[in-house]
């Protein structure tokens, strides 16, 4: 049996990349817009592109009961805005994020703002074996701010910032592996098969 993704639609974004992405991987993905559902997911996808209260607003009522499921274990993957919403807040929003992560999002600190464009991530984590090419698209103006240990990989933009995190079964990027070519599909490979041994 594939791998069911639950792709969480909050209203915000293109979320036709990443299920396309996902299914080329060969899990079987489901679009999301009730997100009470996410408690009975098998795996949580969390997308990015949006705004951090905006992306929020759907979320916040299922709150606690999504991030009981995290600490169970169940995989997720975050990206870009979908992994700044597991921290507590945002210096971008007004709301509380999901908590599950500690730490805050702060606004990038450089002469070019938003960071858009390819960049190396360092990282020794498992998520990256096989990822001949370890460059991914950037598409930022804010950065997670870890006060956890969260952090388990960077990349240098004007000073090295995290830009991968993991948490039991979840990770979260700040990059877009939908959007990053060959190197982008390893890595989400790479992750459904992690979250396929965990089901």
Not at 46 to 52: E, H, I, K
Not at 135 to 164: C, K, N, Q, V, W
Not at 169 to 188: C, D, I, R, V
Request: glycine fraction near 10%; charge should be negative.
């Amino acid at each position: 049996m594939p791998l069911k993704v639950a792709l969480a639609d909050y209203g915000v974004g293109n979320l036709h990349s990443i299920r396309k992405a996902l299914e080329n991987c060969g899990a079987s993905v489901e679009v999301v817009e009730d997100m009470s559902l996410l408690q009975e997911a098998e795996c949580i996808v969390l997308p990015g592109v949006g705004a951090f209260d905006r992306t929020m607003e759907r979320l916040q009522p299922f709150r606690e009961a999504i991030v009981q499921r995290l600490n169970e274990g169940v995989p997720c993957l975050g990206i870009c805005i979908g992994m700044q919403i597991l921290f507590q807040g945002s210096e971008e929003g007004q709301g509380p994020g999901l908590g599950f992560l500690h730490g805050n999002v702060v606004r990038l600190k450089a002469p070019r703002i938003p960071h858009m464009g390819w960049n190396t991530v360092d990282t020794d984590d498992v998520i990256m074996n096989g990822v001949q090419d370890n460059h991914f698209y950037f598409a930022h103006s804010f950065r997670a701010s870890p006060e956890d240990g969260s952090d388990i990989g960077h990349t240098d933009y004007y000073g090295m910032i995290p830009t991968l995190m993991r948490k039991a079964n979840t990770y979260g990027t700040q990059f877009h592996p939908e959007k990053s070519s060959t190197a982008g599909m390893a890595f989400l490979n790479n992750f459904v098969h992690f979250a396929e041994d965990r089901k």
